[in-house]
Nanobody, 119 residues
């Protein structure tokens, strides 16, 4: 059974940093692209960043480029999201997701972790 479990969320002041983790199990992690998405109440879930199965390719939304870094450790079946220079508008529930073929969407989703940035 596929499981994606996010951790590392919390409350931080603007300008601060957080590191999210996504622990994966139940599938061959090293063959899947991983993504991070976020959602705030009343809004659509939005793409934040993704990383290819090998880690060679990464993609970022314009809103986080230069502040967030995605990475992965295939030996640990874990993906990470390092978030620096956080802004109040980064406040959201952050979800990790796995995809065998990102062009066809993401197959597996975690339950999310809350990130709150105070001003």
């Amino acid at each position: 059974q596929v499981h994606l479990v996010e951790s590392g969320g919390g409350l931080v002041q603007a300008g601060g940093s957080l590191r999210l983790s996504c622990a994966a199990s139940g599938f061959t992690f090293s063959r899947y692209s991983m993504g991070w998405f976020r959602q705030t109440p009343g809004k659509e879930r939005e793409f934040v960043t993704s990383i290819s199965w090998s880690g060679a390719n990464t993609y970022y939304s314009d809103s986080v480029k230069g502040r967030f870094t995605i990475s992965r450790d295939n030996a640990k079946n874990t993906a990470y999201l390092q978030m620096n220079s956080l802004k109040p508008e980064d406040t959201a529930v952050y979800y990790c997701a796995a995809s065998f073929d990102p062009s066809r969407g993401y197959n597996h989703w975690g339950r999310g972790t809350q990130v709150t940035v105070s001003s």
